[in-house]
């Protein structure tokens, strides 16, 4: 099990759930941040504090979301940048690429939906 980031945070990737994470798992590519599959403990941090909504459980993910479990993975493969599993990120780990199916968006602007409130309760679950 993992979480998974999503297409809603394409060109917003304000960073915030790399703020919370415990073990940094999530790395920064051109347009959108990934989790590291196998790095991910599953605390659910982030998936909280997202302005966007973009984080899912990958069990919980809707069918347009589903895409992104192969997405996130692939980011860490030779498909994209070959890093493996570096064990947390560092400084060595920021790269302007993308996985293709998220380089071949078009550009994105924030929804029009409203902003998903985060509550206190939800960060100390
Ligand atoms: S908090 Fe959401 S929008 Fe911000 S970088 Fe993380 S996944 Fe992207
Ligand atoms: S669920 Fe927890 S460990 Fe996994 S990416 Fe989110 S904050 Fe990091």
Sequence with gaps: MTFIISQACV???????????????????GRMFYIHPDECVNC???????????IRDEFDAEPAEAAYIVVNKEFFEDKVTGWGSPQGWNQN?????D????AALPPQEA???????????DLVK
């Excluded at 780990?93 to 690429?97: L, W």
């Design 11 to 29: 060109d917003i990737k304000d960073g915030a759930c790399t703020e919370v994470c415990p073990v940094e798992c999530i790395y920064e590519g």
């Design 99 to 102: 996985h293709p199916d998220v």
């Design 111 to 121: 929804s029009s939906e409203p902003l998903k409130i985060v509550k206190l309760a």
């Design 44 to 54: 659910g941090l982030c998936e909280s504090i997202c302005p966007v909504d973009a």
């Design 93 to 97: 780990f920021i790269t302007d690429k």
